[in-house]
């Protein structure tokens, strides 16, 4: 079935070319010259892509694009304007546009943007059980796309990556999609347990083997049995038991601490690390041998950074379960909040973010999270000329300049305080008054209803 394309323009001639040009290409076209006739033509049907104008005669092609991108965020859009700007262009790549273009555009340029939205949409990976391992952006989909091959191969798996880019949930989504997956999946975090209690822990140990061993216990492989053991971390594994570990792998066998016998295991095992293996090998901190083991399939997750369009669909998803947890209803992002969220730099990837989204959820008590809402952490991590262009953008609808203005007074308050050693310190606040002019009693009660002060 060919691809359905909404073109929505309010221009005759424009909308008969784009019709006559497309179909050409064998698509099946809709045309709409309103943002009434536009949002009637989605509400009855899917389309593949929209390629709709932003200066529609009864509203604004920005505010469809930002309103279909809630409902259904899998629907591209590609706007065109004849009166282009930055603020535009920012402003509809902000909101989830996939292409911009400037009035009048080449045909061919055209053409090409379409069969590469169309083909994108195509090939992008949907799997329905991995809803908790979000992936929206382009470095995600190979590795999406891999899962399910991964998966049925039942042989080791190595993942790397910095910390908090979703590891352990990459492992879990391998082993929902696996043969084993209705057996255990067991996690160890190697890095968290003492060297001395690591063995024990994977392999069990016998009554009296050592001081504490009371009674007889499994180890995690045993508990693993017919699942996935997943080992985070494995770079900090000590040198004895790598040599423990490799045995097991090589012989699908374990033998408990303090025990003479052995005993058959069948587990998958999957480990994880935010370390370079070969270069823990060359330094003779990691056995070689044991890499080779444990190196046979290998997926590397990219820093949050590097995968900026997942952070839309990622803060949406973490509100989500917040408001869940606390009872609430699901509470609104505003666009400045998204748009401070990707340009600031995740050090701490996935989990961090999940981090602040929470935080945000618990200490805002309307129904919109806006920048008042975020972590001062977050709000004073955006220094310098990107925060100060990321301020200044006017987005095409508009803004509400009261909040924006209150929003920038908070952060450089929040800058001032942190000048002089912090917010619960009362010389610091007299002092961060004093360096932005302002009384003590103002600089207090605006403090306050920025959540900023901690202590009286």
Known sequence: MSAR???????????????????GEGYQVTLASTYKEATRELSHRTFDLVICDIVLPDGN????????HKARPET????????????HMITSLREGAVEYLSKPFDVDDLKLIVAKQITRKAEKPTWPSFHQFVGESPVMWPILERIPQIARADSAV???????????????????????????????????????????????????????????????????????????EIGEMNPPTQAKLLRALQDKRIRPVGDTREVPVDVRLITATNQDLLRLVKEGRFRED???????????????????EDIPVLARVFVERACARLGVPVKEISSDVMLMLQNYPWRGNVRELENVMEQAVAMEAS?????????????????????????????????????????????????????????SKRGAQKKAARLLRMSYRTFRDQAARFKLLLEE
Request: aromatic share 6%; with cysteine.
């Open 5 to 23: 394309i909404l073109v929505v323009d309010d221009e005759a001639s424009l909308r008969d070319v784009l019709r006559i040009v497309l179909e």
């Open 367 to 423: 129904s919109l999270l806006s920048i008042g809402s975020l972590p001062p952490s977050v709000v004073g991590g955006l220094a310098g000329r990107e925060s100060t262009e990321a301020w200044l953008v006017l987005p095409e609808e508009g803004l509400d300049l009261d909040a924006h203005l209150a929003a920038i007074r908070r952060e450089l308050m929040q800058k001032a305080l942190a000048r002089f050693g912090g917010v």
């Open 290 to 308: 044991l890499y080779y083991r444990v190196h046979v399939l290998h997926v590397h997750l990219p820093p949050l950074r590097e995968r900026q």
């Open 76 to 87: 591209p859009f590609a706007m065109i304007t004849a009166h282009s700007t930055p603020a």
């Open 158 to 232: 190595l993942i790397t990556g910095e910390s908090g880019t979703g590891k352990e949930l990459l492992a879990r989504a391998i082993h929902t999609e696996s043969a084993r997956a209705s057996r255990p999946f067991v996690p160890v975090n190697c890095a968290a347990l003492p060297e001395s209690l690591l063995e024990s822990e994977l392999f069990g140990h016998v009554k009296g083997s050592f001081t504490g061993a009371v009674r007889d216990k499994r180890g995690l492989f045993q508990e693993a049995e017919g699942g996935v053991l997943f080992l985070d």
């Open 61 to 68: 092609g920005l505010d469809l694009l930002r309103a279909q």
